[in-house]
């Protein structure tokens, strides 16, 4: 085995100073993260707790095997724009059923859960990755489509999310939705296009508008649960494969679904391998170049 030699000084000046230098950027790399995790904000997360639902990231963790990583992909989207960090919607690849699976959930707690042009920029990317590998996608739904104040930058590129959700099923790869609320608009669309759907009782409602737009537009009176709700969906309108009676049994659901795809990998894993610990102190690695 081939060891690499280290020219560092840790006892340097320079070295001090690249280190600090580098410690800072990781700290603030840090509070964007931190940024990230908040989703919305103590305000909105409280009032989404307070109509008994789960975060996106504990709906995510529910879903996941137990103790299996999640690697989340692009979790900074939107840094350095007016729209806040992590572009309301988690995306990364997890295992369920010791399947690795694509997973996106959007996070209701920002907006809503409607999708800025970051989101868009996030999804494509998550689904660019899942569909090289051969991964079925698990979407957890809660969006109100797009946020209206950008949506001359969503209407026409956001088309092509639903273009890649239709590749995927032709291609013979699942597409598994969870709905837990409100999926208006735009965010109607990805159950509409999945080939598994799962809806959660009393909760989830899938329309391109609600009732004040149907009065609006044709004088009809109509509530939520007649136009779109998880029953009307599931025994007259078809949409829905599955009724949940609450979030956890719908997650129970969406594992069982991808147990029954009885799905195989298109190429075997690598063999592993042994790997030795590092000759030289990690922190170190650090210190190595100047932080720009």
């Known amino acids: 085995m081939t060891l690499l030699a280290s020219a560092l000084d840790p006892a340097s000046a320079e070295y001090a100073e690249h280190r600090a230098a580098m410690l800072e950027k990781l700290a603030a790399l840090d509070a964007e993260q931190a940024k990230a995790l908040e989703g919305g904000g103590e305000k909105y997360v409280q009032r989404h707790r307070k109509r008994g639902k789960l975060l996106a990231r504990e709906r995510i963790e529910l879903l996941l095997d137990p103790d299996t990583p999640f690697l989340e992909l692009s979790p900074l989207a939107a840094w350095g724009s007016d729209y806040p960090v992590g572009a309301s919607m988690v995306t990364g690849i997890g295992v369920v059923e010791g399947v690795e699976c694509l997973i996106t959930a959007n996070d209701p707690t920002v907006r809503g859960g409607a999708s800025n042009p970051w989101t868009l920029k996030k999804a494509f990317r998550a689904h660019e990755i899942g569909h090289a590998n051969r991964l079925p996608s698990i979407h957890l739904v809660e969006s109100g489509g ?36 409100n999926s208006t608009a735009g965010g109607a669309y990805v159950p509409g296009l999945c080939d598994h759907v799962i809806m959660v009782k009393e909760r989830a409602k899938v329309f391109l508008g609600g009732p004040p737009l149907v009065k609006m ?6 509530d939520d649960e007649s136009l779109g709700g998880a029953e009307m969906h ?29 799905w195989r990998k298109a190429y075997a894993d690598p063999d592993p391998l042994t790997v030795e610990p590092p000759k030289y102190d990690e922190d170190d690695s650090s210190a190595s170049s100047p932080a720009t």
């Open 146 to 181: 797009a946020d209206l104040p950008s949506q001359k930058e969503i209407f026409i590129p956001g088309g092509a999310l639903f273009k890649h959700l239709t590749q995927s099923s032709a291609a013979g790869i699942p597409t598994i939705a969870v709905v837990f609320g």
């Open 217 to 222: 537009a044709t004088g009809e009176e109509s």
């Open 234 to 262: 599931a025994r007259t309108s078809g949409l829905a494969d599955h009724l949940a009676e609450d979030e956890r049994d719908a997650l129970r659901q969406a594992r069982r679904v991808v147990a029954r795809l009885n």
